[in-house]
């Protein structure tokens, strides 16, 4: 139970607050307090205090992204998203808040296991090769408002990575997701690609955050994960949270899940993947994908990558770097023999049984969250869940009327 001692407030409270003495709250967790609009600048200060890189949603380049911020006013906002397949775009909005938007073409993923990272570098001396340099050491992170789906891949790459599922532990991804704190933003105005409550990842956060917060009117119903939640809440202003309020975080996410764009059946898709080897599906999703790759760049789960050596002429080193790769690459499967998938119908038809079914063998979950990302940054617009739909022999969900109205 939450022990509280009135005392006057660290800061102004914003408008809407009860006309009460402020409480400090020393909760337990999974403990809801109520956090004022102001109090997310206070929450920063507070990351910053404790050493962490805070990174959250801003504006770049046209898109929103996760860049590295200082202060609250730095935050994307007074902005939504429209997404279809094939085309993103950001619109102005009247709203002063953080709900409007969905993800952008970046996820966390690129924090834990970077685009590029050098894994060592060595020269020759007296005969012998000496270890100069491996990794950097990984920042300590914030991550701020980042959605459910993004914290789901997170989890998702947390087996990926982990020693129990593969031979090798990457000691890179291990450091920075064990100093990383979360700051999630339930979703309550989800966009026209999203399908997160068909795979069971949103609306809201479940576990694996330290704070998650449902925005309201005037402020955001804060619940805390983890002793580090704990620990930064005791540095805040807030107070316990009214029936209504919460009542209203509840009706938030609720239409949420009802106004999703897209619908998926996980489980059905998975099972009738299983057995789609040869259907002849693939030969019509063939004459549409371009193999670009964009999908796998984008997806926030997937952990395809290459390494290349290299030397430098002018101190005699040599390097070691791993980068990002797509098994939709021709040179991908590359052997002695050739290409194992050499056509671009054998290479979607691997990633999207992949994705949503050999997945599941491999680390016990799905590889798909639902953020949608895959179908925005489609330059051919194909649509994952209308493809997984018609290898079962099925109509995909189109968005419901809802949805449409709620982004119109």
């Given amino acids: 139970m939450a022990q509280t001692t009135e005392t006057s407030s660290p800061g102004t409270p ?44 801003v504006r770049d380049n046209g898109v929103i992204a996760l860049g590295p911020i200082t202060a609250a006013d730095q935050l994307a906002t007074h902005v939504s998203d429209w997404q279809n397949p094939g085309e993103y775009r950001l619109q102005e909005s009247d709203l002063d808040s953080y709900s409007q938007y969905v993800v952008g073409p970046d996820s966390a993923k690129r924090y834990v296991f970077p685009p590029v990272m050098r894994l060592f570098r060595m020269r020759v001396q007296d005969g012998q090769f000496k270890f100069e340099a491996g990794p950097p050491d990984p920042p300590k992170l914030a991550l701020l408002l980042i959605r459910p789906c993004d914290l789901a891949a997170l989890l998702v790459m947390d087996r990926v990575f982990s020693a129990v599922h593969r031979c090798e532990t990457d000691l890179y991804f291990r450091r920075a997701r064990q100093q990383m704190c979360i700051v999630v933003l339930n979703c309550t105005r989800p966009g026209q690609n999203c ?61 949420a899940r009802q106004r999703m764009g897209r619908r998926l059946d996980a489980a059905q898709a998975a099972e009738s993947l299983q057995n789609a080897i040869e259907h002849p599906h693939w030969d019509q999703v063939a004459k549409r994908c371009l193999a670009c790759g964009n999908c796998t760049m984008v997806c926030p789960t997937c952990f395809c990558s290459g390494v290349s050596d290299s030397n430098d002429l002018c101190d005699g080193s040599v390097s070691r770097t791993r980068s990002w790769d797509s098994c939709f690459t021709y040179q991908f499967t590359y052997t002695t023999a050739g290409p194992v998938r050499s056509s671009v119908r054998a290479r979607y038809r691997h990633w999207l049984r992949h994705k949503l079914c050999t997945f599941r063998e491999q680390f016990a979950c799905s590889g798909c969250v639902g953020c949608g990302r895959c179908i925005t940054w489609c330059p051919a617009g194909i649509d994952l869940t209308r493809e997984a739909a018609a290898v079962a022999g099925r109509d995909s969900a189109q968005p419901s009327q809802a949805a449409a109205g709620l982004r119109s």
Avoid: N
């Avoid at 990351?47 to 959250?56: A, C, F, H, I, N």
């Fill in 14 to 57: 914003s408008a809407g607050w009860p006309s009460q003495p402020a409480q400090v709250l020393s909760p337990a967790v999974g403990q809801e307090v109520i956090l004022s609009r102001s109090g997310l600048g206070d929450l920063i200060a507070a990351l910053r205090r404790q050493e962490y890189q805070v990174v959250g949603p």
């Fill in 195 to 255: 399908f997160c409550e068909s795979m069971g990842t949103g609306p809201a956060a479940s576990s694996g955050f330290d704070l998650a917060l449902t925005e309201l009117s005037d402020g955001f119903l804060m619940k805390v994960g983890s002793a580090l939640g704990v620990r930064l809440v005791a540095e805040l202003h807030t107070r316990l949270p009214l029936p209504a309020e919460v009542e209203l975080a509840k009706l938030r996410l609720e239409l």
